[in-house]
């Protein structure tokens, strides 16, 4: 299953079942578990840790050293799950001293282009457009969907279950269950359709929906509009962590 045109470094660890397609180059410090497909002029370098039933195309490039110069080479890794697709030209670069490591989940789909910068956190079954970028120490939280050509600013993080038009750019935090669009960015109503597939109840949704229009259309800032929504929405682990996220935002949610 390996093609002889393949490079692999002689420390590398390769699991079973594993097939390297010509001109993919594996460095040292790599370990590949089982059922992976690496396709063709992929490159894994340094540090990348990989799970098992990933499929890689061509062109990606997996555990580059950070784009952030106070990089000093310290010991990071990448680290891929389980059953995610890496599309061309995909580039995930590894941790720095911040956080030691850049995380993907499992189950991604992770199209053409994107760019995972250091440290970033993307969490399971999410959907990543066309050359969408995230910069450095993005937490993207599980079943996110972010269309192609989004701009996200480091730091930031995205709530799960969302919908973010393509486009966008942001520099603060997206909540969850909401869909997010415009120029400037800004809410643009619940993700119904996507918590609906996602098998979230009518009694759920409508709750969700509630805490939003508090959140924002009652005037109030997010201190107190969290009070209210404490209030007067039943308790729920959908409302608990609409509020945790509020509460957690360090940039502040968009508006």
Known sequence: ?????????????????????????????????????????????????????????????????????????????????NNNTIRENVTINRGTAAKGRTIVGDNNLLMEGVHVAHDTLLGSKCIIGNSTKMAGEVIIDDNAIVSANVLMHQFCRVGGYVMIQGGCRFSKDIPPFIIAGREPIAYSGINIIGLRRRGFSNEIIE?????????????????????????????????????????????????
């Open 207 to 255: 709750n969700i929906h509630n805490a939003y229009r508090i959140i924002y259309q009652s005037g109030l800032n997010n201190t107190e509009a969290s009070a209210k929504v404490e209030e007067e929405i039943p308790r729920s682990s959908e409302i608990e962590y609409i509020l945790d996220f509020i509460k957690g935002s360090e940039r502040g949610i968009i508006r």
């Open 1 to 81: 299953m390996i093609n002889p045109l393949a490079y692999i470094h002689p420390e590398a660890v390769i699991g079973e079942n594993v097939e390297i397609a010509p001109f993919v180059f594996i460095d040292k410090n790599v370990i590949i578990g089982d059922n992976n497909r690496i396709m063709a002029n992929v490159t894994i370098l340094s540090g990348s840790r990989i799970g098992n039933n990933n499929t890689i195309f061509p062109g990606a490039v997996i555990g580059a050293i950070p784009q952030d110069l106070k990089f000093q080479g310290e010991e990071t890794t990448a680290e891929i799950g």
